[in-house]
């Protein structure tokens, strides 16, 4: 027999636990004085009750407070004042007796000042009279027509799709440009500029174009030197020989060395020390010897010297120093423009009109030749201060879109546009410090008033509305109306419930 001692934090539940878990069929279960909280319903005991029988357990109760013991048999357990009444019930091994039936509790009597109850009257149908009837129709009628009529009013709606006539047209629009202005001035077509610029630099070569004259190749040709003495006489290479008449003489060296024998005559080849014509002499023109050879022997020449010519050859000019100019900075624009254009599109929407670079400061040159000297090719490094004035694309598209607006055609609005810059005016034609022109492409859509159309077409047919709406407005194709719901036969009698969309480029508006 297994001992189960209730205390004070169990509860049905956790004692409903315990029973689950008992190894034997014979459990014997104590509540003490103690246990103040609880137990003072049949349920806390019925539940109990259940758990012993679903596990066939022989189970008593040893309760001590009276009270509790008779919530206990209520329940339908075995309950004892002692624990020997208990066990001495285990031992006879019974099963649970049948629970008693609960007293039936009486209904209570009525206080002495509560009214006596009455039978409730029974009521007596009777037949209206006719008079009530008809206006009870009549009233019902009404009823249903004020149901139809906000019916016919409320629920039905209309959706009118409408695309509107749209057309083409272009303005070309002049831009003036003016440095000192701080804001856009569109009645008289003006906006300002900033202006930025840096230094660019660039190198172009050109081909000379001047002619000169300029002596080539040495004369050349044979000396006869005749010895004075009795003995052989050797005559080195490179012995210098020259000319003696004329006030600038003529002077050659010889290329080989050669022995000339005692009083004999020997050829030696001479050649020019200076390029040119001034080589060329006639015959016995050469008859003097310089340094030490000159005491020994004599020379001169018993043919001409010749071979030395003159030609035409290219020189700078100053043309072409300016078409390497001209290269030059028109390389440097082009950077200039890049760059600059760049510099300007550091900040959003702004761009830089080529029309407006300037050349500012003085340019550093550095040309490879001077005027005259003789070169094929002439080579020019460049560098120079180039500014121009940064635009706004907002502020010219905003005075192009001026001129759009106030040209439109009758009955149109401005749906959409483009815009394409163009070129500065050569000439000074505008308010400001340059001009240019921007090509304004406008797309209008014809106007039409969906307040007009609710009204002109209310308790229309779709067939009636659709026939006056391709009279009346300059659509582009047939309107579209759809009534819901679909059988009924007009559009709404108010106008607030009908939908009136146009529709441009596919977009309802």
């Not at 003490?32 to 189970?59: H, K, S």
């Not at 077509?189 to 174009?209: K, L, M, Q």
């Not at 760049?342 to 670079?357: C, D, H, I, N, V």
Request: charged share 20%.
């Amino acid at each position: 027999m297994e001992t189960i001692t209730i205390q004070s934090t169990d509860d049905r539940y956790t004692l409903r636990g315990m029973l689950q878990r008992v190894d034997g069929d014979r459990v014997l279960v104590l509540l003490p004085w103690e246990v103040e909280r609880g137990w003072a319903q049949p349920l806390d005991f019925e539940v109990q009750r259940r758990v012993a029988e679903d596990r066939q357990l022989d189970i008593a109760w040893v309760i001590e407070d009276p009270e509790r013991r008779a919530a206990a048999r209520a329940a339908g357990l075995p309950v004892f004042k002692s624990m020997d009444d208990a066990q001495a019930y285990l031992d006879q091994h019974l099963r649970f007796p049948p629970p008693k039936a609960m007293p039936r509790l009486e209904r209570p009597a009525l206080p002495w000042y509560a009214p006596t109850p009455r039978a409730p009257k029974k009521l007596r149908l009777t037949q209206p009279p006719a008079w009530l009837l008809a206006l009870e129709g009549l009233v019902l009628l009404v009823v249903l027509g004020i149901i139809v009529v906000t019916y016919a009013l409320a629920v039905p709606s209309a959706t009118i799709a409408l695309h509107p006539a749209t057309l083409g047209y272009s303005r070309i629009v002049q831009v003036s440009v003016d440095i000192g202005l701080d804001e856009v001035d569109l009645q008289r077509g003006v906006v300002p500029a900033t202006r930025i610029g840096d230094e660019f630099e660039a190198y172009a070569e050109v081909v000379t174009s001047g002619r000169g004259y300029d002596f080539t190749g040495l004369a050349t040709g044979e000396v006869l030197f005749t010895n004075l003495l009795g003995q052989d006489y050797p005559v080195p290479q490179g012995t210098i020989v020259r000319t003696s008449a004329g006030s600038y003489p003529v002077r050659y060296q010889t290329t080989s060395a050669v022995t000339v024998p005692p009083f004999g005559q020997v050829m030696a080849p001479v050649e020019a020390l200076v390029e040119g014509p001034s080589g060329n002499v006639d015959p016995y023109q050469i008859n003097f010897v310089e340094g030490v050879v000159g005491f020994a022997v004599r020379v001169t020449n018993p043919r001409p010297i010749t071979g030395a010519q003159s030609q035409t050859v290219r020189v700078v000019a100053d043309a072409d120093r300016e078409r390497a100019w001209d290269i030059a900075a028109q390389q440097i624009m082009a950077q200039a423009y890049n760059g600059l254009q760049e510099l300007a599109a550091a900040e959003p929407g702004r761009f830089l009109p080529r029309q407006t670079l300037v050349i500012q400061a003085a340019p550093k040159t550095a040309y490879t030749h001077l005027v005259g000297e003789r070169t094929d090719v002439l080579g020019l490094a460049l560098r120079l201060l180039v500014t121009g004035q940064a635009v706004s694309a907002r502020d010219a598209q905003a005075v192009a879109y001026r001129q759009l607006v106030t040209q439109l055609p009758e009955g149109y609005s401005l749906a959409d546009a483009s815009y394409e810059i163009g070129e500065a005016a050569e000439e000074d034609i505008g308010p400001g410090q340059f001009t240019f022109f921007i090509t304004a492409h406008g797309q209008a859509t014809a106007r039409i008033d969906a307040e007009e159309i609710r009204t002109k077409v209310q308790r229309m047919s779709v067939e009636e509305a659709r026939e006056l709406l391709e009279r009346d407005l300059p659509l582009s194709q047939p309107p579209d109306i759809t009534i819901t719901p679909a059988w009924f036969p007009v559009i709404p009698y108010l106008p607030i419930r009908t939908n009136v969309e146009i529709v441009v480029d596919g977009t309802a508006r």
